[in-house]
Structures are given as C-alpha cells and as structure tokens.
C-alpha cells in the first residue's frame, strides 16, 4: 500500500506543474493578444518630447526619447463611451482620440513634435506584431 502512494505521488506533482504551466501560458497568451496602441518618436528628433496617454480616464504622463517606441496593452473589453487620448501638450499641443474598435493603433511622431500620422488597424494578428 505505502509503494502504491509513492507512485502515484509523482503523477500528482507532475499534474500540479502541468496545471501551473498552463495558467502562466494562458495568462502569457492573453496579456499578448490584448489591443496595443504604440507611440513612435523619431530618431530625428533633437530631444525628448512627454506625452500623456489617457485611456478612459486613466491617465500616464512620460517622455519619449528620440528614436524609441512604446507600447501600451489596453483594454479587451471597452465601454460604449471608453476613449484613448494621446496628446503632446508641453510640445506641439498636438493629439489623436480614438474611440472605435482597434486591434493596433501606430501614433508616430515627427522631429518637430507634430503628429505625423496614425494608423488603425482591425486585424486581430496585427497586435502580435513586434513594433
């Protein structure tokens, strides 16, 4: 009887590891799969410019250096009225709000600290996708 609970205890362990190495790659695949908004700033740029990402109220103040991106996970499950504010008030005051269903959002930001363009995708694999 005792040989029989030693036996059976390794196939308890090894079911217990399973069991967390599956919830750390459920949590690894949802936390990838989220919307991302990134903000790129150009290498041009001569010093850095701060910039204040508002989603839906909750708001993050920081810089951005020349050349560097950042990447923000947002939301998967949004409000009728949930908002994204993206805004360079100490520079050029410029902003982008976006407020429609989005799977990726790229903000770049030119030398000059002027938003150049923003492009808004809906393909769901597009958030996978390295910056």
Request: aromatic content about 10%.
């Amino acid at each position: 009887m005792l040989s029989m609970k030693r036996a059976s205890m390794p196939k308890k362990l090894l079911a217990v590891v399973g069991m967390i190495a599956a919830l750390w790659l459920a949590l690894v695949v949802h936390s990838f799969t989220l919307p991302v908004v990134f903000l790129h700033y150009s290498a041009a740029a001569t010093a850095p410019v701060t910039y204040f990402f508002n989603e839906d109220n909750d708001i993050i103040k920081d810089q951005l250096a020349p050349g560097a991106s950042i990447e923000f996970r947002t939301g998967r499950r949004r409000r009728a009225d949930y908002f994204i504010n993206v805004s360079l008030p100490l520079a050029s005051r410029d902003g982008v709000e976006i407020r429609q269903a989005f799977s990726r959002v790229d903000v770049y930001i030119g030398p000059d600290t002027r938003i150049e363009r923003t492009e808004v995708k809906a393909e769901f694999l597009a958030r996978v996708a390295s910056k």
